[in-house]
């Protein structure tokens, strides 16, 4: 080739750089601590993980040459080895992350798994050791999912309120708490791997999610509209400005049917269309 020293000297810079993500990354192991049950034992083989890894750095760094010098043809024999060190340590990682995993059983949990080693879950051989949980994490999220749904379309009309909340506010306050019980494991699941939400079984769950979040804000707004509909002092207005704001309310997403047709109104008054329930 026409730059072959040129090529030659760039492939040796991306193997540098990949030495030296790779230090970043597994560096962070020496700060893990795993909780549950399994804690004591898994925050055992994270340290003699970091610990193997450590002496893998150190003797790749013992190298008695240049390692920029692409004259120097032992660097690649000495750079598979520590590569070769590295994807063993990365199989035990993954063992112990899915252990960690296997341990805990809600979903919020094996989240926290995946937060506790995060960075490290993007390597490839993790990432294949993971490929299943990610699945069975989706599943789990999914039933929890339909629960929270189902509480909703049970105890929407009577929701559980606090003894010490008012009736809209702990409606309000109820509702606010089904929706963040899933609102933080589905911002996690959308920072998987894509391969894992192309699959058909995430894409159910976001469908679900989205339904769920849509009655929610819609249930919202009617509790409060509820108790102003009688008032004729416009103070409806208050309380529906975003609604008003964004056009139109689904009357799909009420289940009573309260809206039809929201239009955004120039003075303070909105008009609606209301009905009782059922």
């Known amino acids: ?16 750089l990949d030495f030296a993500q790779t230090v970043v990354q597994f560096t962070k192991l020496g700060r ?24 893998a750095v150190e003797k790749f760094r013992g190298v008695g040459y240049e390692i920029l010098d692409i004259n120097e043809s032992k660097f690649e024999s000495d750079f598979k080895a520590f590569r070769k060190t590295i994807t063993e340590l990365e199989r035990r990682l993954g063992n112990v992350v899915c252990q960690g995993f296997d341990d805990c059983s809600t979903v919020y949990g094996r989240f926290r ?33 339909k629960v929270v749904q189902e509480l909703f379309l049970h105890y929407r009309d009577e929701p559980p309120i606090a003894a010490n ?23 996690k699941l959308v920072q998987l791997d894509k391969s894992v939400l192309d699959r058909e079984e995430a894409k159910e769950v976001t469908k679900v999610y989205s339904t769920l979040k849509a009655s ?15 008032r004729n002092d416009g103070s409806g207005w208050f309380l529906f400005r975003f609604w008003a704001d964004s056009g139109r309310v689904e009357p ?12 955004k109104s120039e003075d303070r008054g909105v008009p609606f269309e209301y009905k009782k329930p059922l």
């Not at 008012?166 to 911002?187: E, F, H, K, Q, Y």
């Not at 919202?220 to 108790?227: E, I, V, Y």
């Not at 799909?252 to 239009?263: D, F, I, K, M, Q």
Request: glycine share 8%; proline share 3%.
């Open 252 to 263: 799909a997403l009420c289940h009573t049917g309260v809206a039809r047709g929201v239009r």
């Open 165 to 187: 909340l008012p009736p809209i506010s702990g409606a309000l306050t109820w509702c606010r708490g089904l929706l963040d019980r899933v609102r933080v494991p589905m911002n």
């Open 113 to 145: 798994v995946f937060d506790t080693f995060d960075g490290l879950l993007e390597r490839p051989t993790i990432q294949d050791e993971l490929e299943k949980r990610y699945v069975l994490l989706v599943k789990a999220f999914g039933s929890d999912l």
């Open 216 to 230: 929610s804000r819609c249930y919202g707004a009617f509790t409060s509209f509820k108790r102003v509909v009688s």
């Open 32 to 55: 893990i601590e795993v909780g549950g049950t399994k804690g004591k034992a898994l925050t055992a083989s994270v340290e003699a993980i970091f610990a193997d890894f450590n002496g």
């Open 1 to 16: 080739a026409l730059f072959s020293r040129l090529d030659a000297f760039l492939e040796r810079c991306h193997d540098v």
